[in-house]
């Protein structure tokens, strides 16, 4: 005898289907929204920002609550490198940090007292992996043209 099957039962099941698809995309999108805010306030914390420090454990709980394995990051040195390795800006931060060397030698060559904090940003940021390009790529390049 044949077990009968309720009605609309493979509609049901790919209702539930796309529920939890969409369930798991929301929460990867949670956990790099909370990633990225982690990342801002790790730059804080690089730069002795305390409060920010207890920010990016935080951010990371929650992180870790929507979805994120336990095991993808530990909290210590490097906070900043070791979250942009989650996200996989570290191209992103090369080019940041590359701008911001820069921008603390024209300040620099400008006199002014702003550099150092420009550039201690800079080395919280830098990765190490490809700055030298993104400073030559990021440096004003002025072209004097004297008529003939």
């Known amino acids: 005898m044949p077990i009968p099957i309720e009605k609309n039962r493979a509609e049901k099941i790919n209702r539930q289907i796309a529920k939890l698809q969409d369930e798991i995309t929301g929460s990867t ?46 909290d210590g040195p490097g906070m900043t490198s070791k979250i942009a390795e989650l996200l996989d800006r570290t191209p992103s931060l090369d080019h940041a940090a590359g701008l911001l060397y820069e921008a603390a030698d024209l300040l620099t060559e400008a006199g002014h007292q702003d550099a150092a904090a420009v550039l201690a940003i800079a080395e919280s940021i830098n990765t190490a992996a490809n700055v030298e390009h993104w400073r030559t790529v990021s440096r004003p390049h002025v072209e004097v043209i004297t008529p003939a």
Not at 64 to 71: C, E, F, M, N
């Open 29 to 74: 999108t949670d956990v790099r929204r909370l990633l990225q805010k982690a990342m801002l306030q790790s730059i804080q914390a690089d730069n002795g920002d305390d409060v920010a420090r207890e920010k990016v454990r935080v951010m990371l709980d929650a992180a870790i609550d929507r979805g994120l394995a336990k095991s993808a990051i530990t």
